[in-house]
């Protein structure tokens, strides 16, 4: 091995930002497998962990994420690597529903069966290559499980050092007490060994995401803006067609322009799906591609007066 090999060697196996653009394989919109470069979003939460590791302190993030912007992608591949890097962890993944756990844990699956990297000398990336759909063990002896917020024994699996609670804020709060809590208290955070990562769309001014998003805490809340992505734009075929959307812009979309410097590129992407994938419903666009992290609580909350005019 090279001295520069040997460089890239030990930057990956520390770094999981360097190993996720350079070793991790993740599927993309179309289905296909691809080497992933890491968005603002993603980045941010890397940059998070690595000020976490440096300081040796737990990594605890809440992520208030817009749709399909890779926040699971990006916390799948922190668990990954960390459990890849320290020995003998456990960890769990924890959805709102077994179908979000099953998707999200199929992230973290195809990480460790496609991991080319080499770690140790021994050449083994996983423990046992059996059944993978429940219970990822790999070779340093750490294991990655999924449970399903709300059932019978969610968060009683035992003492973890590692966690992601995905789509938190569409948990039920049952007659047992609030998921996110039962699942916090299984959680070891005493030292840099321990990371958790919370993400979730907006659901409303209530329940444990809100709340730890807007107290102080020792919680880091990451958020990026549905124009902050180099994906959320749609050229213009001709200057007709640019014309004749500057004169078809609403208030609404005036008001992006005036407040956040969008260009009309990123409209006609915000237009787009306003249509396609919210039904024309502004207020569900503003939820699930939300500007600024105040405006998506309030609209998912479905207020009775009309927020704009307020």
């Given at each position: 091995?090279?001295?520069?090999?040997?460089?890239?060697?030990?930057l990956?196996?520390i770094?999981?930002?360097?190993?996720?653009?350079?070793?991790?394989?993740?599927?993309?919109?179309?289905?296909?497998?691809?080497?992933?470069?890491?968005?603002?979003?993603?980045?941010?939460?890397?940059?998070?962990?690595?000020?976490?590791?440096?300081?040796?302190?737990?990594?605890?993030?809440?992520?208030?994420?817009?749709?399909?912007?890779?926040?699971?992608?990006?916390?799948?591949?922190?668990t990954?690597?960390?459990?890849?890097?320290?020995e003998?962890?456990?960890?769990?993944?924890?959805?709102?529903?077994?179908?979000?756990?099953?998707?999200?844990?199929?992230?973290?699956?195809?990480?460790?069966?496609?991991?080319?990297?080499?770690?140790d000398?021994?050449?083994?990336?996983?423990?046992?290559?059996?059944?993978?759909?429940?219970?990822?063990?790999?070779?340093?002896?750490?294991?990655?499980?999924?449970?399903?917020?709300?059932?019978?024994?969610?968060?009683?699996?035992?003492?973890?050092?590692?966690?992601?609670?995905?789509?938190?804020?569409?948990?039920?709060?049952?007659?047992?007490?609030?998921?996110?809590?039962a699942?916090?208290?299984?959680?070891?955070?005493?030292?840099?060994?321990?990371?958790?990562?919370?993400?979730?769309?907006?659901?409303g001014?209530?329940?444990?995401?809100?709340?730890?998003?807007?107290?102080?805490?020792?919680?880091?809340?990451?958020?990026?803006?549905?124009?902050?992505?180099?994906?959320?734009?749609?050229?213009?075929?001709?200057?007709?067609?640019?014309?004749?959307?500057?004169d078809?812009?609403?208030?609404?979309?005036h008001?992006?322009?005036?407040?956040?410097?969008?260009?009309?590129?990123?409209?006609?992407?915000?237009?787009?799906?306003?249509?396609?994938?919210?039904?024309?419903?502004?207020?569900?666009?503003?939820?699930?591609?939300?500007?600024?992290?105040?405006?998506?609580?309030?609209?998912?909350?479905?207020?009775?007066?009309?927020?704009?005019?307020?």
């Amino acid at each position: 091995m090279t001295p520069e090999e040997q460089q890239l060697h030990d930057l990956v196996s520390i770094d999981p930002e360097v190993w996720f653009s350079t070793f991790a394989v993740i599927k993309d919109k179309r289905g296909k497998n691809i080497k992933p470069v890491a968005n603002t979003l993603q980045k941010r939460m890397f940059d998070h962990y690595r000020k976490c590791q440096i300081n040796k302190v737990p990594c605890k993030m809440v992520i208030l994420k817009p749709r399909q912007k890779g926040a699971s992608t990006c916390a799948q591949a922190l668990t990954y690597h960390h459990m890849r890097k320290h020995e003998n962890l456990s960890g769990s993944l924890m959805g709102d529903i077994a179908g979000t756990s099953d998707k999200v844990f199929e992230i973290y699956r195809r990480y460790a069966e496609n991991d080319s990297f080499p770690w140790d000398d021994t050449g083994t990336n996983l423990a046992d290559k059996g059944n993978l759909a429940d219970l990822i063990k790999l070779s340093t002896g750490s294991a990655y499980g999924k449970e399903t917020a709300g059932s019978k024994n969610a968060g009683r699996s035992g003492t973890i050092q590692v966690g992601n609670l995905t789509e938190t804020a569409f948990w039920t709060t049952t007659g047992r007490g609030d998921p996110a809590l039962a699942y916090l208290q299984s959680l070891y955070d005493g030292d840099n060994l321990s990371l958790v990562v919370a993400d979730s769309t907006p659901n409303g001014p209530q329940g444990w995401f809100y709340n730890t998003w807007v107290q102080e805490n020792e919680w880091a809340k990451i958020f990026a803006a549905w124009f902050e992505f180099s994906d959320s734009v749609v050229p213009f075929t001709s200057e007709e067609q640019l014309q004749e959307f500057k004169d078809t812009m609403t208030d609404d979309e005036h008001s992006e322009v005036d407040r956040f410097g969008v260009n009309y590129e990123q409209l006609h992407w915000r237009r787009r799906v306003l249509q396609d994938k919210c039904n024309g419903d502004l207020s569900k666009f503003r939820q699930e591609y939300p500007s600024d992290p105040e405006e998506c609580f309030l609209m998912s909350s479905r207020p009775r007066f009309h927020i704009d005019v307020l």
